[in-house]
Every structure is written in structure tokens, then in C-alpha cells.
């Protein structure tokens, strides 16, 4: 499945399909980074005001360092608004953060349904297997961001780290 034959958000931005064709066809990671960006503006969109203002308050939250209430947060939203798939992926980074690993991959799931492109939640997803030490599956994870994202410089680094680290077991 191609780029241009999946390419939808939550919110159903019209823009995105051109966003991620320009993603995935960028030279170089100084070119993608606006991309980057106006993508990331669209997924934290919601029209419903009451979610939008949820959505900047756990930011808000997890840039305190305030985790348990950041959780709180997204976990509200969720239930408010179930098909935006940037509350799962915050959700996701939160329980991360938190060392709840389990919990993050389902919410990763959850955001991949609703957004398969999303390359936070396709990085994400090899940080949690690396924290796993499940190296297979972060590096399917970190090679499908990049498949949508080639440009992703810490997806990138991470990839080169770990074959690194592969190579030296197998020695």
C-alpha cells in the first residue's frame, strides 16, 4: 500500500495526502522539516473547541513534567473524541514516558488505525520495542517510519545504533 493510497488523518484534511507525498519525496531532512510541521499542525487540529483546549492542556502537562495529569487529560479526550488519533498518540508518549510499555503499544495500535502514516507513532512504537528488547520489531518499526518519513533524522540515528549494537552481539 502506497503513500497516496492510505494517506488520511483523523480529521480527514484534504492537505495530508499532498503533506505525505511531499514527506516521502523530500531530498533531504532540511526540506521535510516544514512538511514535518504543517503535518504535525493538522494532526493537532480538532474542530470541537472543548478538545482542542484538552489536547494544549496535556502538551502543556507533559512539557511540566506533570505526567499523571497529562494522563488524565488524554484519557479524557479519548473519551470525548475517540477517533483523533493525536490524543491516542500523546497518550501513547505519556505512557512511554511513564515506563508502561504495554499500555503504549496499544495506543500506538489505536493511533495507527485511525492514521497509518503517523510517523511519531511508527518511531514511537520502535522506542517501545527497544525498551523491550524486542530488536526485531524496533527495527521493522523504525524502517516502517522511515518508509513514510525517509527523512527522519532520529528515526535514522536510532536505526544506525541499533544495528550497530546487533552487529556487536553477533561477533
Given at each position: 500500500?502506497?503513500?497516496?493510497?492510505?494517506?488520511?488523518?483523523?480529521?480527514?484534511?484534504?492537505?495530508?495526502?499532498?503533506?505525505?507525498?511531499?514527506?516521502?519525496?523530500?531530498?533531504?531532512?532540511a526540506?521535510?522539516?516544514?512538511?514535518?510541521?504543517?503535518?504535525?499542525?493538522?494532526?493537532?487540529?480538532?474542530?470541537?473547541?472543548?478538545?482542542?483546549?484538552?489536547?494544549?492542556?496535556?502538551?502543556?502537562?507533559?512539557?511540566?513534567?506533570?505526567?499523571?495529569?497529562?494522563?488524565?487529560?488524554?484519557?479524557?479526550?479519548?473519551?470525548?473524541?475517540?477517533?483523533?488519533?493525536?490524543?491516542?498518540?500523546?497518550?501513547?508518549?505519556?505512557?512511554y514516558?511513564?515506563?508502561?510499555?504495554?499500555?503504549?503499544?496499544?495506543?500506538?495500535?489505536?493511533?495507527?488505525?485511525?492514521?497509518?502514516?503517523?510517523?511519531?507513532?511508527?518511531?514511537?512504537?520502535?522506542?517501545?520495542?527497544?525498551?523491550?528488547?524486542?530488536?526485531?520489531?524496533?527495527?521493522?518499526?523504525?524502517?516502517?517510519?522511515?518508509?513514510?518519513?525517509?527523512?527522519?533524522?532520529?528515526?535514522?540515528?536510532?536505526l544506525?545504533?541499533?544495528?550497530?549494537?546487533?552487529?556487536?552481539?553477533?561477533?
Open positions: 500500500m502506497g503513500i497516496g493510497q492510505l494517506a488520511w488523518a483523523d480529521q480527514h484534511d484534504a492537505q495530508l495526502e499532498k503533506l505525505f507525498k511531499r514527506l516521502h519525496e523530500a531530498p533531504d531532512a526540506s521535510s522539516f516544514p512538511v514535518e510541521q504543517a503535518i504535525w499542525q493538522l494532526w493537532l487540529q480538532h474542530a470541537d473547541p472543548q478538545c482542542q483546549q484538552l489536547m494544549q492542556q496535556g502538551i502543556a502537562q507533559m512539557n511540566s513534567g506533570a505526567l499523571t495529569a497529562a494522563l488524565a487529560t488524554y484519557s479524557q479526550l479519548i473519551k470525548i473524541a475517540p477517533d483523533y488519533a493525536e490524543a491516542w498518540n500523546k497518550r501513547a508518549t505519556v505512557y514516558v511513564m515506563q508502561n510499555f504495554a499500555a503504549s503499544e496499544l495506543d500506538i495500535q489505536k493511533t495507527l488505525q485511525l492514521e497509518p502514516f503517523h510517523f511519531g507513532a511508527l518511531s514511537g512504537r520502535g522506542l517501545v520495542k527497544l525498551a523491550q528488547r524486542d530488536y526485531l520489531g524496533a527495527r521493522t518499526a523504525f524502517n516502517a517510519a522511515l518508509e513514510v518519513y525517509p527523512h527522519m533524522t532520529g528515526v535514522e540515528d536510532d544506525r545504533e541499533l544495528d550497530a549494537f546487533l552487529r556487536s552481539k553477533s561477533i
